[in-house]
């Protein structure tokens, strides 16, 4: 997972300054790090913290962060450093985000099976925000008006999920809904917020499932093979 070098800096001599930058800059890139800030305004919000200057860089993880710190090509940058500046300067582990993307797909899928298979609307309560934002054009708003849609369809409801993709707070899922009391089966792409462990927000793309005989292209909406 990445590693940020996050530097609280305080210039001395503007010349050595402009040489320390020049070479500690090439030594980040060497080391396949990259400034997110640099030198930009700094303002507090909280506190008594008041830098002069923040510098914030990114690296692949926190052993090229260090290899860096400890390279042949930083030292020649800390030879003007004493005359250039003084600073605090920290390294911190950032998030895993395949890991956390993981979670949020996992958190999905099972709140869509406690709220849509086991119908188990006490367990899914932990799932939804008591806030949650709902776009969809077929559900009352809030999470009383999923749950309330749920309640009233058949025991025969039966919701199945393909495929998952995640980025950030989001969630893309396509499943296939069946049972409902319709002629023909939904497939939807549900899209939902992730916020602090619980879904905030959806919004949905539902299209009526084509049997072979109304499918143009052939194949099926969902899936390997045509429902029956």
């Known amino acids: ?22 070479r500690a800059a090439d030594a980040i890139r060497t080391y396949g790090g990259r400034y997110l800030a640099r030198l930009g305004e700094v303002q507090v919000l909280e506190g008594s913290w008041n830098p002069d200057m923040i510098v914030i860089a990114e ?10 710190y400890r390279s042949p090509e930083y030292a020649f940058a800390l030879e003007v450093r004493d005359e250039a500046l003084s600073r605090k300067l920290i390294l911190v582990d950032g998030v895993n985000q395949q890991a956390e993307r993981e979670r949020n797909k996992a958190l999905v899928l099972q709140a869509f099976d406690t709220l849509f298979n086991k119908r188990d609307y006490a367990a899914a309560e932990r799932f939804w925000s008591p806030n949650y934002i709902q776009h969809s054009a077929h559900i009352a708003p809030g999470r009383e008006g999923l749950f309330d849609l749920v309640k009233s369809l058949p025991p025969t409801l039966k919701y199945e999920s393909g495929t998952i993709v995640a980025e950030g707070s989001y969630v893309i899922v396509h499943g296939r809904f069946s049972g409902f009391g319709q002629p023909v089966n939904w497939i939807a792409a549900d899209i939902v917020r992730i916020k602090d462990g619980v879904l905030v927000e959806h919004w949905d793309v539902i299209e009526d499932e084509a049997s072979r005989q109304e499918s143009k292209s052939g194949l099926p909406m969902f899936g390997d093979s045509f429902s029956k």
């Open 1 to 22: 997972m990445a590693a940020y070098l996050i530097s609280d800096i305080t210039v001395h001599d503007r010349t050595a300054f402009e040489v320390y930058r020049t």
């Open 59 to 68: 690296f692949p993880n926190l052993e090229q962060a260090r290899a860096w």
